[in-house]
């Protein structure tokens, strides 16, 4: 299988359920996986031919933003449904961390896979 990722996309959005983490931003780190079957682009050398990662990254970027969950949990299903639903990939990893969220550790946050991964 051929995975495109992007890492450590960093978005600054509402998220947490303590009533102060609802009224500022905070950044989260979001790392992706998805299936894709590169060997068309590595053969014509086109973007056309592969999964733009930049447009991805854009997309997600822009519902981050706009979100307010209260869980990392719901973040990260909610881009894993995104990405299956607006883009070609039959299988997405989704990692949300929440720097900073834990006094003592680098980072908190999920890991979830979603859709057929491919065999």
């Known amino acids: 299988m051929d995975k495109i990722f992007l890492q450590d996309?960093?978005?600054?959005t509402v998220i947490g359920i303590w009533d102060w983490e609802r009224?500022?931003?905070?950044t989260v780190a979001i790392d992706l996986e998805m299936?894709?079957?590169?060997?068309?682009?590595?053969?014509?050398?086109?973007?056309?031919?592969?999964?733009?990662?930049?447009?991805v990254a854009k997309r997600v970027q822009a519902f981050v933003k706009e979100s307010r969950f209260q869980l990392?949990?719901?973040l990260a299903e909610k881009i894993a449904g995104l990405i299956l639903e607006e883009f070609?990939?039959?299988?997405?990893?989704v990692?949300?961390?929440?720097?900073g969220a834990i006094r003592g550790s680098k980072?908190?946050?999920?890991?979830?896979?979603?859709?057929?991964r491919p065999g």
């Open 35 to 55: 299936s894709a079957d590169i060997r068309k682009a590595a053969a014509s050398d086109a973007v056309e031919d592969t999964l733009n990662y930049k447009s």
């Open 72 to 74: 990392v949990e719901t």
């Open 23 to 26: 009224k500022i931003r905070q």
């Open 107 to 116: 980072g908190v946050g999920v890991q979830i896979e979603r859709g057929q």
């Open 88 to 93: 070609d990939v039959d299988w997405v990893q």
């Open 9 to 12: 996309l960093r978005v600054d």
């Open 95 to 99: 990692r949300v961390n929440k720097p």
